[in-house]
């Protein structure tokens, strides 16, 4: 009936005074690798965790796969795989252990789960780490057990917050690896990221979020586009000139620090 | 490059950490849970004042009566009991409070001089340094009554004994600190710290049992106790008021030189921190074996996501090996009630008079306030991965039941330890305390997972697995399961001394059972409201449990 992966509307979120997210309508098509950017305090973080069930909205509709999450958050989320902002690993387990604890949360039987952690274990690298604690891991081994525990069911829509933050360029390959062949089973990835140049690489569709509100969403040959036919400057721009453009960081003037000078 | 600054002077560092630990305060007030923890504080905190102003009473007049009775062993004995209070107190209490730790504020220009004095000050503010400073003033305010030329030697013995137990508690802190780094040294030392603790518990039954033989050790030893700090600080007020200043200026130079090696033992550990020194909890990484994954566990009787919950939180409680020493406790308090009784020749001299009828409800009730005391914080160690339970699909329902059934089991396996142990070392129990134990045991255990379910999603606190330092539960998590107690232990004693004097004990079980039959109801209750609940405050969980270290 629908092919949208993320839909939202009029999605609203306050924490107080402060409206973090204002008025997002977002669309997300199945099968699409979706960037979603913004300067930092734009709202990526609380949109991600509306978006997986974590965060409350004040305001809006989200439907993942077309089903409402405020009406069946379980019927949502167990189409969904998260890599939420603090990894959300329970670290006094061993790998394997968190990995098959996270398959039969999602539903997998004992065996199916326990094989599934083994090929996770051997694709990430970790399985000659068995026997340690994950408090006992290095950042980049604890992302790619996060990222491993968030795929072990076979989601439809991958939910990832600044998931190559803090990784070396082995442990990236490792995720990219990951999330190119959640890609050719059809799955949609939805991705925060810093990084622009991975995103740029990785991504068909982008949505750029600046001071809670949605400024640009497309394909982000549409958003080139779109910037060069407005700045007319015939150039083919990078994503990092686009989203400059978009958020305007390019037209503020860096101030000067006096003691500095 | 222009503008480049010395570091601000001594005093201005102190007044911008003073500012930071008071802005601090004041912004973790800015939470309901905040205002009302700090309102329970305060509310004990005054209660336990009154304790110290009213020992302190007790301490001054028996300084006054030491030296104008002239009995130095009772001066001796008192700064001896201040010296014990200020060192042990906040190790076991609040002195691993990280939250305080100048070590945070390396990263600015911190002069080495001010490092060295936020640690120091940090020790006089602490709850048992400021309680034996203030029982020191009155026992000096008692000396003072008694002799004003006892009080010419007390002052600088005291204030040496009280400026060495600042350095003591310090450099204990820090060098236990150091050893504590790694999560497995920690463990082991808090291991350590338990045996310790219990072992405490058998010095009055091995005194019953071996005291006249080792009579004459113990006197031998206590001799060397004159040569400890608070020996010779009493000494040396008493050499004073003997007018022997000579022999007193000895003792006073014997309490300078503890301060000199105690002092000397601080400054290397604290020179240590001061460059930097990086406790780390990684370890060295070691090649392991590969080992095939193990299938999850199924329990039956409950869901796979119940089951894989209850596996997970079970893994969790044999990793923290506080929390499982502490639950054994229990068991070895059996051991060591019966030896006292069994071991002494007069079974008053241990206190209590005990038939093998009271051992086993005495050990239940023990059983039972050691495994409630999980229920009521049951999320505390879930911390970073409490996120994930949110994104799964489950009911929040389900991750209780799993605590609640882990905690039924802990609790059933020590119920039935504590049963084997008294029928060997107490002999049979009779059938019907037997029944009123296990039917009042099952009403008070569903009545305090019930308040624990609703105590752990509104009033959570974080704790560290495996940590010896600061841990508590919040003040209104120990409030409510005090009112419990309360209730549970009054309506209990009421139904059981009710159906003592109508002549039949047995009605006690009968009530104990429908009361528990109520409360399963009302447990169900709750259960079914979890869910709602955690969702609705999924965020204050978080941002309470799921905070980083």
Known sequence: MTDLAVETNGLCRRFGELEAVRNVNLRVEAGQFFGFLGPNGAGKSTTIKMLTGMLEPTAGQIRILGLDLANDPIGVKSQIGVVPEGLALFDRLTGPEYLTFAGRMYGLDRVTAAERTQELLDFTGLADRTKSLIVDYSHGMKKKLAMAAAVIHGPKVLFLDEPFEGVDAIAAGTLKAMLNRMIARGATIFLTSHVLEIVERLCSHVAIIHHGELVAQGSIDDLRSGVAARHDDGQKLSLEQVFLKIVGGERAAVPELSWLE | ?549
């Open chain 2, 1 to 549: 490059m222009a503008g480049v600054i010395s570091a601000p002077d001594k005093s201005t560092q102190l007044f911008l950490v003073g500012w930071l630990r008071w802005r601090l305060f004041v912004n973790g007030l800015r939470t309901a849970t905040g205002k009302l923890n700090l309102a329970v504080h305060i509310i004990m905190g005054a209660g336990i004042s009154l304790g110290i102003v009213g020992f302190g009473v007790l301490l001054g007049v028996g300084s006054w009566y030491a030296i104008g009775h002239g009995k130095p062993a009772l001066l001796s004995g008192e700064l001896g009991l201040v010296f014990l209070v200020w060192l042990l107190f906040p190790l076991v209490i609040s002195g691993f409070g990280a939250e305080a730790d100048p070590v945070s504020l390396l990263r600015f220009p911190l002069r080495y001089s001010t490092f060295l004095f936020l640690a120091l000050a940090h020790g006089v503010f602490d709850p048992a340094a400021a309680a034996c400073l203030y029982w020191l003033a009155a026992m000096l305010l008692g000396i003072a009554v008694a002799s004003l030329s006892a009080l010419i030697w007390a002052i600088p013995a005291f204030a040496a004994l009280a400026f060495l137990n600042l350095l003591l508690n310090r450099a204990i802190y820090a060098w236990l600190s150091r050893w504590m780094a790694q999560r497995r040294t920690r463990e082991i030392l808090g291991a350590v710290g338990i045996l310790l603790a219990i072992s405490g518990q058998f010095i009055s039954p091995l005194a019953n049992r071996y005291g006249h033989r080792a009579l004459p050790w113990v006197t031998r030893l206590a001799s060397g106790v004159r040569v400890l700090p608070p020996g010779m600080a009493a000494a040396t007020v008493t050499f004073g008021r003997a007018g022997t200043p000579g022999k007193a200026g000895a003792e006073f130079a014997g309490l300078l030189a503890y301060c000199g090696v105690v002092g000397w033992l601080l400054a290397i550990r604290m020179r240590a921190e001061y460059r930097g020194e990086n406790l780390s909890e990684a370890r060295r990484p070691s090649a392991e074996a590969r080992a095939p994954v193990r299938a999850g566990w199924n329990v039956a009787g409950f869901s796979p996501t119940v089951a894989a919950l209850f596996e997970k939180d079970l893994r969790y409680l044999l990793r923290n090996t506080m929390a499982y020493l502490t639950l054994l406790t229990p068991a070895l308090v059996i051991l060591v009630l019966s030896m006292g009784r069994r071991g002494s020749p007069h079974p008053k001299i241990t206190g209590f008079v005990l038939g093998s009828s009271t051992y086993f409800p005495m050990g239940v009730a023990y059983v039972l306030l050691t495994v409630v005391g999980l229920a009521y914080n049951s999320l505390a160690y879930d911390g970073l991965g409490l996120p994930m339970l949110f994104a799964a699909p489950l009911r929040f329902r389900d991750v209780m039941v799993a605590k609640n059934l882990l905690h039924s089991m802990v609790l059933a396996a020590e119920v039935i330890i504590v049963f084997v142990l008294v029928q060997f070392v107490g002999g049979p129990t009779p059938p019907v305390i037997v029944g009123l134990t296990l039917a009042g045991a099952l009403w008070a255990f569903l009545m305090n997972l019930t308040a624990g379910n609703l105590v752990s999603l509104y009033f959570p606190r974080k704790l560290k697995p495996g940590q010896m330092r600061r841990q508590q539960a919040s003040g209104l998590s120990v409030l409510v399961s005090l009112g419990v107690q309360v209730v549970v232990a009054g309506l209990a004693a009421a139904l059981y001394f009710l159906s003592r004097w109508a002549g039949n004990t047995a009605w006690c079980v009968v009530c104990f059972l429908v009361l528990a039959g109520i409360t399963w109801v009302a447990y169900r209750h709750v259960l079914d409201l979890v869910s709602g609940i955690a969702l609705k405050r999924r965020e204050a969980l978080m941002a309470e449990l799921s905070r980083p270290d």
